[in-house]
């Protein structure tokens, strides 16, 4: 069996998917060849996240079935990267007998070479390196045949150290790409038939700190704004503290900016965002989705919300559900905290217990379906912008796309409007999704 079949197996964010993406373009340039089957491969990949203890407990499980095929298979070459390997680092071979690599975030154009000498020599390699000029950055992943959408990553790293949060211990401090390295990959996304792009980075907002070129962000989405070609722009993830008047009123003049924003509020009082160390108050926020719905009436809301915080009392979680009743998000991705080795708040105390935590966040939930719904419904009767990526997921005989404002729709269509901008009126609005009919 030829020894360059590598298997890649991602874990997390947006961000990781992106960095899988680059990870095998890298690797077939390198003249491997990539399998969607496990049991083909001679090489496993597994790229890792850290920031929730329950996807790490999954991810070491993963582990543990892969390095079963090495059983059978003693030449099979596993390599594990990502945020768990950067926080593990060595110990993580250690807790893993079979594992013969572990790399991080900033090591991922090392990984070829790093295959090399294990075939050759064995294993037992780590490289967890924080590097400037990470080269990986500029690999542009190609675009599969048919490909609308693509992300493209502006900058890496954070310097906000919320209290909570493992990042800048895992991805390194803050680093942007020169601007003109990104609007290169996006024309090149473009000619190869992407018309959708979603700008990546911890914090996109602090995007041309540390660049001699003097621009920022939304300096940035205007350039990229006039890429000829190119329908629509998106990004994430956000700062409430770092959301400029400027940002935001790109909103109100930029055609391709879709009417949507990934805005991270965690929690609604100002005690805990204080104890997170998250930069802004509960009236910051507020005031910043006041003024983008000002600018931009339509606007899609989604965010972030964490339950059970050390020290979130009852009236804390309350004033996290009044703040939601208030700005009724169109989406919200919430979960427990969960204590992750290495930030500020494993020392907090006033602990919150497991089960509160889960009534808790089960609460929220509930609240956030009804706003959820409740918005989805008010779409009926809009005639809506919809870019069609394929056929629908619940039926072979619908079609499906996405509005500007990122909501999905069903629809009954012919597939050739794969790939094309339609206008749909909105019949019916459901928890996930939308009904449409072509106008």
């Given at each position: 069996?030829?020894?360059?079949?590598?298997?890649?197996?991602?874990?997390?964010?947006?961000?990781?998917?992106?960095?899988?993406?680059?990870?095998?373009?890298?690797?077939?340039?390198?003249?491997?060849?990539?399998?969607?089957?496990?049991?083909?491969?001679?090489?496993?990949?597994?790229?890792?996240?850290?920031?929730?203890?329950?996807?790490?407990?999954?991810?070491?499980?993963?582990?543990?079935?892969?390095?079963?095929?090495?059983?059978?298979?003693?030449?099979?070459?596993?390599?594990?990267?990502?945020?768990?390997?950067?926080?593990?680092?060595?110990?993580?071979?250690?807790?893993?007998?079979?594992?013969?690599?572990?790399?991080?975030?900033?090591?991922?154009?090392?990984?070829?070479?790093?295959?090399?000498?294990?075939?050759?020599?064995?294993?037992?390699?780590?490289?967890?390196?924080?590097?400037?000029?990470?080269?990986?950055?500029?690999?542009?992943?190609?675009?599969?045949?048919?490909?609308?959408?693509?992300?493209?990553?502006?900058?890496?790293?954070?310097?906000?150290?919320?209290?909570?949060?493992?990042?800048?211990?895992?991805?390194?401090?803050?680093?942007?790409?020169?601007?003109?390295?990104?609007?290169?990959?996006?024309?090149?996304?473009?000619?190869?038939?992407?018309?959708?792009?979603?700008?990546?980075?911890?914090?996109?907002?602090?995007?041309?700190?540390?660049?001699?070129?003097?621009?920022?962000?939304?300096?940035?989405?205007?350039?990229?704004?006039?890429?000829?070609?190119?329908?629509?722009?998106?990004?994430?993830?956000?700062?409430?503290?770092?959301?400029?008047?400027?940002?935001?009123?790109?909103?109100?003049?930029?055609?391709?900016?879709?009417?949507?924003?990934?805005?991270?509020?965690?929690?609604?009082?100002?005690?805990?965002?204080?104890?997170?160390?998250?930069?802004?108050?509960?009236?910051?926020?507020?005031?910043?989705?006041?003024?983008?719905?000002?600018?931009?009436?339509?606007?899609?809301?989604?965010?972030?919300?964490?339950?059970?915080?050390?020290?979130?009392?009852?009236?804390?979680?309350?004033?996290?559900?009044?703040?939601?009743?208030?700005?009724?998000?169109?989406?919200?991705?919430?979960?427990?905290?969960?204590?992750?080795?290495?930030?500020?708040?494993?020392?907090?105390?006033?602990?919150?217990?497991?089960?509160?935590?889960?009534?808790?966040?089960?609460?929220?939930?509930?609240?956030?379906?009804?706003?959820?719904?409740?918005?989805?419904?008010?779409?009926?009767?809009?005639?809506?912008?919809?870019?069609?990526?394929?056929i629908s997921k619940n039926s072979s005989k619908d079609m499906m796309g996405?509005?500007?404002?990122?909501?999905?729709?069903?629809?009954?269509?012919?597939?050739?409007?794969?790939?094309?901008?339609?206008?749909?009126?909105?019949?019916?609005?459901y928890l996930h999704s939308l009904r449409g009919e072509l106008s």
């Amino acid at each position: 069996m030829p020894r360059n079949i590598f298997y890649i197996r991602t874990f997390g964010c947006q961000m990781n998917v992106h960095d899988s993406d680059q990870l095998a373009t890298m690797m077939v340039d390198d003249g491997f060849e990539q399998t969607e089957d496990v049991r083909q491969a001679q090489v496993i990949l597994v790229n890792t996240c850290s920031i929730r203890e329950k996807v790490a407990q999954k991810i070491i499980s993963q582990i543990g079935r892969y390095r079963q095929l090495k059983e059978n298979n003693p030449d099979l070459v596993i390599g594990v990267g990502g945020c768990l390997a950067q926080h593990w680092g060595t110990s993580l071979l250690k807790k893993n007998v079979g594992i013969d690599f572990v790399f991080g975030p900033h090591a991922l154009d090392k990984v070829p070479e790093m295959i090399s000498r294990v075939q050759k020599r064995g294993g037992a390699i780590v490289d967890t390196a924080f590097r400037t000029g990470i080269t990986s950055l500029n690999i542009c992943p190609r675009p599969h045949n048919g490909d609308l959408q693509a992300f493209v990553t502006i900058m890496q790293g954070c310097d906000n150290f919320c209290s909570y949060c493992v990042v800048p211990n895992l991805r390194g401090r803050e680093e942007s790409r020169p601007s003109q390295d990104i609007i290169n990959e996006i024309r090149f996304l473009v000619a190869h038939g992407v018309k959708e792009v979603t700008l990546l980075g911890q914090n996109v907002n602090s995007y041309g700190k540390g660049l001699d070129e003097g621009i920022c962000f939304s300096d940035l989405i205007k350039s990229i704004d006039a890429i000829d070609g190119l329908e629509r722009i998106r990004f994430t993830t956000s700062h409430p503290k770092d959301l400029t008047d400027d940002l935001v009123d790109r909103f109100g003049k930029l055609g391709k900016l879709c009417e949507y924003i990934h805005l991270p509020f965690q929690a609604g009082s100002n005690s805990i965002l204080a104890r997170m160390n998250r930069g802004y108050t509960r009236e910051d926020y507020l005031a910043r989705v006041e003024r983008l719905r000002e600018v931009c009436p339509d606007i899609a809301v989604s965010s972030d919300a964490m339950v059970g915080f050390p020290g979130e009392t009852t009236a804390d979680f309350e004033a996290t559900l009044e703040m939601m009743e208030i700005i009724r998000f169109d989406n919200l991705f919430s979960f427990k905290y969960s204590e992750r080795e290495g930030t500020k708040a494993v020392s907090l105390d006033q602990k919150v217990p497991e089960k509160e935590k889960s009534r808790r966040l089960n609460l929220l939930q509930a609240l956030q379906d009804r706003h959820t719904l409740e918005r989805n419904k008010a779409m009926v009767g809009k005639t809506v912008e919809v870019l069609v990526e394929g056929i629908s997921k619940n039926s072979s005989k619908d079609m499906m796309g996405r509005t500007r404002t990122n909501k999905i729709v069903n629809f009954r269509g012919p597939e050739q409007l794969h790939g094309k901008t339609v206008n749909l009126h909105i019949t019916a609005g459901y928890l996930h999704s939308l009904r449409g009919e072509l106008s």
